[in-house]
């Protein structure tokens, strides 16, 4: 592989101790007693060593108190990524100033590193403990341009984050090569086995690696996989890195539905790594927010792609095919299965958009929640599959006198919901007539039975004043179809007046 021109005054290089047993990793002859010379020379070293050894993470049949006797029962494989680890998590803090941007890449790094373990272990132990080394390596570039100029750096990274430039071509322009080629270069010459240094090569999006062995084809797709890991994980795009990931388990022939087992197997290991070797896997999302933020970023893309605007390279690249995919995607996990509308996630996702929008525009909003008047009694009576009917009936009847700029969901069991952008109080109970109306006039037939059907209606309005005022709005309109319900069922309860900061349903417009 080539050396690339960059505009770096000097060529950034690993810890001493990281670079000697990089040596002894790639030297199928070097004994593993050379291993514990090595480590010896650091006493920090030794016991951090022992103590990973004793630990729930890398513990041992029995627990040892000798340095020699640990190296030896974990052997060279193992031993080779928590020297690494120490050795570069001590980078990662040195700058007491800038430690908390140093720390952040180190967690990336080190959780890129434990995806590649984790995938590592489906072609066995040893694939399991390169993967570890191979990924924690592939990210040494951005702590290099951090120790380079940590406010250079971070202003890259801000821009990328927002803005619609990536960081690789923010990188290219400043230094001259992007951090996973400097990355690349700087183990080069390290001694590193060539299987190891292609598999980190094929990271690069214009890179041609020929894998010399299949054990370098495993080892290069399980890099790819854990990358993927890491920017869902990690990064400031965590839809692109969803995609990604399921796009690259397909390569590893693992089904995408275990991507969440995957990552669940990631945080467990990184949460028993965060006292040996500083990190704080705390800090990232817990994963239904994580899925949330993926799914409104993709959400966003798929609104770019038709629009023609701007959209990340990797979603537009082989003809498309990714972007089908992030479509799919979205169209899957927004649809209700049963009835065909917009399901939960979607309404969620939208009412917390409608909210934003009016509230820079000073305008108002409704929400109209509808339930299906004693649906258990007919699920009873008829059975499940006649209430699937209904419930496939009446999303229809509803969504099919649902304006173009109201947003029809299910909300959950037997009950809907509608976003209204403009809604005016007066002209609500008109809006409900609309939807309960729709619904009394169905002519239900289920195997010969004819079933009549009601829904009740509670609507609120309001201007929207803060981020939660989506919710509170919710809860008023909830309020008015328990109203619509105490009071005879098949009718329209508008809560009065214009929702406005803490105020509550004092009194109700009702209509039969």
Known sequence: MPNRKHKLTRLPSLPTIAIEILQ?????????????????????????????????????????????????????????????????ASESIEDEEHAAHFQRFWLRSFTQATAGEVLGQRFGPAVASEGFTVNLLAGIGQLALLKNGVEQYMGLVDRATEGETPLDELEQE???????ELSLEMLETSGLPDRCLEAIGGLLPDEEVTPSSEEAVALGKVARVADAFARFLCD???????????????????DPELMNDIQTEIREKLAESASLFNIDPSSLPEPEELLEDAMDQLATFTQSMDESRSVPNE????????????EDLVKQTST?????????????????????????????????VIDIDRFKSVNDTYGHQAGDH?????????????RDDETIARYGGEEFCVLLEDAQLEGMTIVGERLRSAV???????????????????????????????????????????????????KVVVAAGDLTPGSQVDELQTTD
Request: glycine share 8%; proline share 4%; net charge positive.
């Open 390 to 402: 209904i419930l496939k009936q009446v999303a229809q009847a509803l969504e099919g006198v649902t």
């Open 24 to 88: 002894v990793f790639g030297d199928p002859d070097a004994p593993i007693q050379r291993v514990a010379e090595i480590v010896q020379a650091d006493p920090a070293m030794v016991s951090k060593i022992l103590k990973a050894a004793n630990s729930s993470r890398f513990g041992l049949a029995r627990e040892v108190a000798d340095l020699r006797q640990a190296i030896a029962l974990m052997g060279k494989a193992k031993i080779t990524p928590i020297v690494l680890s120490f050795s570069l």
């Open 236 to 254: 400031s795009d965590p839809g692109i890195g969803m995609i990604l990931v399921q796009e690259r388990l397909k390569e590893l022939n693992v």
């Open 440 to 490: 009394e006039r169905l002519p239900i037939v289920f195997e010969g039975q004819s079933i009549p059907i009601t829904i009740s209606v509670g609507i609120a309005t309001g201007t929207p004043d803060s981020k939660d005022f989506g919710l509170r709005l919710f809860a008023e309109a909830d309020a008015a179809l328990y109203q619509a319900k105490q009071t005879g069922r098949n």
């Open 315 to 326: 979603l537009l690249a082989e003809n498309g095919r990714l972007k089908q995919q992030v």
């Open 174 to 180: 400043a230094y001259g090569l992007t951090n996973k």
């Open 336 to 368: 209700d299965g049963l009835t065909g509308i917009a399901n939960r996630a979607f309404f969620d996702r939208r009412l917390m958009e409608l909210t934003q929008h009016c509230r820079r525009r000073e305008s108002s909003m409704g929400v109209v």
